[in-house]
T-cell receptor, first 117, second 113 residues
Framework: GAVVSQHPSRVICKSGTSVKIECRSL??????MFWYRQFPKQSLMLMAT?????????EQGVEKDKFLINHASLTLSTLTVTSAHPEDSSFYIC?????????????FGPGTRLTVL | AQSVTQPDIHITVSEGASLELRCNYS??????LFWYVQSPGQGLQLLLK??????LVQGIKGFEAEFKRSQSSFNLRKPSVHWSDAAEYFC???????????FGTGTQLKVEL
């Protein structure tokens, strides 16, 4: 099956610093990737849709200047949490859209645990 | 509005027993439906998906799901649960022309030995 990787798997940073998370589709090309946030014991919350070669589309209430998304190639999207604060601590999960004709399926990365001190 | 509902927050079954996790959807047209599983601290793994055709879908790890239009349901089943199946299960759906998934709130499965 399609494989999506995320790096790093875990990161601890000080308040005010920026953190970059990478999401890669390893065996397929993805023009569209997605970034989710998941709070403990809750479902996934879509933050933004990352489109290769164009600007990301952010969901309502998500600060685009705080969560910078870059989708520079068909296999890589990055999420940068700028000036991170403790309330940004969360589990961030990306997914990549594998397209097969009219059908496409999201495959998920293993997630990144961000802790902001 | 489009929605996916998982009525059961927690389910406990004994190892070897059968399992059924419920999922109901609300879409204007036939949605594309998915079941994912998430182990603690991990991402989501795709178990199976339904796009069209045969309403009984086979997935990985011995799981299957049946699309029932009359009941707006897409329940996940497994005839004999293993202790390693303990995890969080998410049902998700999207429209045929859309990219975004709508997730249910998840069902936490506990397996008693």
């Amino acid at each position: 099956g399609a494989v999506v990787s995320q790096h790093p798997s875990r990161v601890i940073c000080k308040s005010g610093t920026s953190v970059k998370i990478e999401c890669r589709s390893l065996d397929f090309q993805a023009t569209t990737m997605f970034w989710y946030r998941q709070f403990p014991k809750q479902s996934l919350m879509l933050m933004a849709t990352s489109n290769e070669g164009s600007k990301a589309t952010y969901e309502q209430g998500v600060e685009k200047d705080k969560f910078l998304i870059n989708h520079a190639s068909l296999t890589l999207s990055t999420l940068t949490v700028t000036s991170a604060h403790p309330e940004d601590s969360s589990f961030y999960i990306c997914s990549a859209n594998e397209v097969a004709g009219a059908a496409h399926t999201q495959y998920f990365g293993p997630g990144t645990r961000l802790t902001v001190l | 509005a489009q929605s996916v509902t998982q009525p059961d927050i927690h389910i406990t079954v004994s190892e070897g027993a059968s399992l059924e996790l419920r999922c109901n959807y609300s879409y204007g047209a036939t949605p594309y439906l998915f079941w994912y599983v998430q182990s603690p601290g991990q991402g989501l793994q795709l178990l199976l998906k339904y796009f069209s055709g045969d309403t009984l879908v086979q997935g990985i790890k011995g799981f299957e799901a049946e699309f029932k239009r009359s009941q707006s349901s897409f329940n996940l089943r497994k005839p004999s649960v293993h202790w390693s199946d303990a995890a969080e299960y998410f049902c998700a759906g999207r429209t045929g022309g859309g990219n975004k998934l709508t997730f249910g709130t998840g069902t936490q499965l506990k397996v008693e030995l």
